[in-house]
């Protein structure tokens, strides 16, 4: 099969490896699309320089085989489902697993393949193969819609960490791609009114005919009624310090936008404790969130909204232009098919 490995900064290379066998309880795909996000910018950037990398983890396909344990159960997708894929290794065995926290499972991620690539998701190919609990069917969904299932599942823990419910007042502070989504889930499970914070005018205007209440840069925070739940997708201080201001005495931040590299921040312990404020953090994404996101694509309740973050569709003979826009340019999601 041909897979994309990403060898140095500014350097893709296509080849050709063998199709994975399929073990009792697993499940091959034929990827469909597989979607570009910040991690594969940065590998092609030089940003984060981790080589020779079999990158993307933002995949959908379609079930080729099923192995003959998986087969037997009565969830797993039959062969020719198109499914939304769960790249995410679980070990069930450590404390986080044991608690039903896998998110944060304490294994390492990836692993090498035999090509001598570290795989962090190996979604740039014709085929991958995954245990037969790692995919979840979304019916006709388009595929480069299909391969947000991963972002989508995300988004719903965010909003199951933040203790969301119908009928709270949201903000959202960032208007980029995982900005757009919580806009999104939180518009379609009820949010009494949704504001969206950003200090980029451009990114204002971009967000606006998804319908938020209103779309304000932070110095107009005063301005506007305060929130239940704040949800922070940019990983730096004033993000933070801007969230802080938002929120509702007795209100819930989630801290959703992530960097180790980003400054550290201080959180005021008196204010919070004051205030009765509760400060979580969201980290990937658990199987219950898959299994939302999958239904919410299957039922095509997002369908315009997401398609409006698909920037760019190339086929993998084309992934050097794809990582390129990825990494050097303003997007949502750049989808590479097969």
């Known amino acids: 099969m041909r897979t994309a490995v990403i060898t140095a900064a500014g350097r893709v290379e296509v080849g050709e490896i063998p199709v994975p066998e399929v073990g009792d309880s697993e499940v091959l795909v034929r990827i469909a699309a597989c979607g570009l996000c910040t991690m594969e910018g940065n590998l092609y950037a030089g940003r984060m320089p981790v080589y020779p990398t079999a990158a993307g983890h933002e995949v959908s396909g379609w079930v080729e085989r099923v192995g003959a344990r998986a087969a037997e159960l009565e969830d797993t997708p039959a062969v020719g489902s198109l499914v939304t894929v769960d790249l995410l290794t679980r070990c069930r065995a450590c404390r986080a697993c044991r608690r039903g926290d896998s998110a944060i499972c304490a294994a390492p991620q990836g692993g090498v393949r035999s090509d001598g690539a570290i795989t962090m998701g190996a979604g740039l190919s014709e085929y991958v193969r995954v245990p037969a609990g790692h995919v979840w069917s979304v019916g006709d969904a388009d595929p480069a819609l299909a391969a947000m299932g991963e972002p989508l599942a995300c988004v719903v823990h965010s909003l199951r960490r933040g203790a969301f419910r119908p009928g709270d007042r949201v903000t959202v502070i960032g208007a980029g791609f995982m900005g757009h989504l919580h806009l999104a889930l939180a518009r379609h499970f009820q949010a009494r009114g949704v504001v969206v914070v950003e200090r980029d005018e451009q990114r204002r205007a971009a967000i606006e005919p998804a319908g938020p209440d209103a779309v304000v840069g ?27 201001e938002a929120v509702a005495d007795g209100g819930r931040i ?9 400054p550290p921040a201080e959180l005021p312990g008196y204010e919070v404790h004051r205030r009765q404020l509760t400060v979580t953090g969201s980290y990937s994404q658990e199987p219950e969130d898959w299994r939302t996101a999958a239904e919410l694509l299957r039922g ?36 590479v098919t097969p």
């Open 254 to 262: 989630v801290l959703f936008g992530g960097s180790p590299d980003g």
């Open 218 to 244: 932070p110095e107009r925070l005063a301005e506007l009624e305060k929130a239940d739940v704040v949800f922070v997708t940019i990983a730096s201080a004033p993000a933070i310090a801007t969230a802080l």
């Open 300 to 335: 095509g309740a997002l369908t315009e909204r997401l398609e409006r973050l698909v920037t760019a569709r190339y086929p993998l003979d084309e992934v050097e232009k794809a990582l390129r826009q990825t990494a050097e340019t303003p997007v949502y999601r750049v989808v």
